[in-house]
C-alpha cells in the first residue's frame, strides 16, 4: 500500500493544473475520483511465489514426546507420590497385575491409563507390556516405590529435546526401613531406565530383570529416589517372593540346587555385602541388608533343591 500511495503523490506533482483553469475544475485534474484507488490496486498484486525457488525457512519441528511404563500390584502404599512426581510426562501408562487394594483408583485419578494383566508373566514381561502400550518418541521406566527427584524430571526433558544419547541411566538411591542406603552394593547404582523407543527391550526374566540395549548409555544429574523396602514385613514378603522366582527361573534354566550350595552361596553373599561392599558403613541397615541377602540366596538354592525330584536332589 505504502508504494502506491508514493506513485499517487508523484501523479499528483505531474499533472497539476494551469492558472487560467478553473478551481473545481483544476482539484479534478489534480486529483480525479478514484485515480489513487486504480492505480494502488493495479500496483500491489499479491506475489506468488516462484516455484524454482525453494524456500529457505522450515516448519518448527514438533517436541519429543515422553511415556511413562509402570507396572504394579497391590502398590497405594507409594504409588500417589510416584505419579504426582510423573506430570511432566505425556501419557503414564501402568499394567496392573491384579492389585486388590486401591491402585488403580490411585492410577486413575493422576491420569494414567491402567492396564489389567492379572497372568503375572514375570517382571521382564510385565515390563514389555507396559512399554509396548506407549506410543512416545521416548519411554521412562521406573519403579511404583521410586520417585522422580525435580532436578532429575529437568534432566530427563533436556535430554529428550537435545539427546547426546539413546538410552539414559539414572542415579539411583534407594533406602532400607528408612534409612538411605549409600553402600552395601546398593550405592551407587546407575540403573537404565530412558531411552528412546525401539532401541531397548527388558529381557523375559522372572525377577531381577534388567534392560537390553546396544548403544552406550548416558547419565543424567538428579536422583531416582526408591522407597524399597518401607518396613521389616515388606523384607519378609520381598525374600519370599524373590527367593522362589529365582528358583523358577534357575530351574527353568537347567541348574540344580543343593543343602552344601545353598550354605555356601549363602554365605558368600553375606560376606560380599557386609564387608567386600562396606556394608559395615551403612550401621544397622548394612548388618540388615547383608543378613537379607544371605537368607534370599540361601532360600532359592534350597527351593531349587526341594522343587526337584528325589532322584536329582544333592
Not at 532400607?176 to 553402600?183: D, L
Request: aromatic share 10%; proline share 6%.
Amino acid at each position: 500500500m505504502s508504494r502506491g500511495y508514493s506513485d499517487s503523490a508523484k501523479n499528483r506533482s505531474i499533472i497539476a493544473a494551469p492558472p487560467f483553469i478553473p478551481r473545481r475544475t483544476a482539484a479534478s485534474l489534480r486529483d480525479p475520483p478514484g485515480l489513487a484507488a486504480r492505480y494502488t490496486r493495479a500496483h500491489t498484486k499479491p506475489i506468488r511465489p516462484n516455484p524454482d525457488v525453494q524456500s529457505t525457512t522450515t516448519a518448527p519441528s514438533a517436541a519429543p514426546t515422553l511415556g511413562v511404563a509402570l507396572i504394579a500390584h497391590n502398590a497405594a502404599a507409594r504409588l500417589a507420590q510416584c505419579l504426582a512426581a510423573l506430570s511432566f510426562a505425556d501419557e503414564v501408562v501402568v499394567v496392573d497385575g491384579g492389585s486388590t487394594d486401591d491402585t488403580e483408583a490411585i492410577a486413575r485419578a493422576h491420569g494414567a491409563r491402567v492396564i489389567a494383566a492379572p497372568d503375572w508373566p514375570g517382571f521382564g514381561t510385565q515390563k514389555n507390556r507396559a512399554v509396548a502400550a506407549l506410543s512416545t518418541d521416548w519411554i521412562l521406566s521406573i519403579d511404583t516405590d521410586e520417585v522422580v527427584s525435580p532436578e532429575l524430571a529437568a534432566s530427563i526433558l533436556a535430554a529428550i529435546r537435545a539427546p547426546g544419547a539413546e538410552v539414559y541411566a539414572l542415579d539411583r538411591l534407594s533406602s532400607f526401613c528408612g534409612q538411605w542406603v549409600r553402600h552395601s552394593g546398593w550405592y551407587p547404582d546407575w540403573v537404565p531406565r530412558l531411552f528412546k523407543r525401539g532401541v531397548a527391550r527388558f529381557s523375559d526374566d522372572l525377577v531381577h530383570e534388567r534392560l537390553v540395549f546396544e548403544t552406550p548409555a548416558a547419565r543424567l544429574d538428579g536422583k531416582l529416589m526408591h522407597y524399597s523396602y518401607e518396613d521389616f514385613e515388606t523384607v519378609l514378603r520381598k525374600l519370599d517372593a524373590y527367593s522362589s522366582a529365582g528358583a523358577r527361573q534357575r530351574r527353568t534354566a537347567g541348574q540344580r540346587g543343593g543343602f552344601g550350595k545353598a550354605l555356601g552361596r549363602g554365605a558368600w553373599a553375606f560376606v560380599r555385602t557386609y564387608l567386600l561392599r562396606r556394608g559395615f558403613l551403612d550401621g544397622r541397615a548394612g548388618f540388615m541388608i547383608a543378613v537379607f541377602n544371605a537368607e534370599t540366596v540361601y532360600y532359592r538354592f534350597l527351593k531349587l533343591d526341594l522343587a526337584a525330584p528325589s532322584d536329582e536332589r544333592a
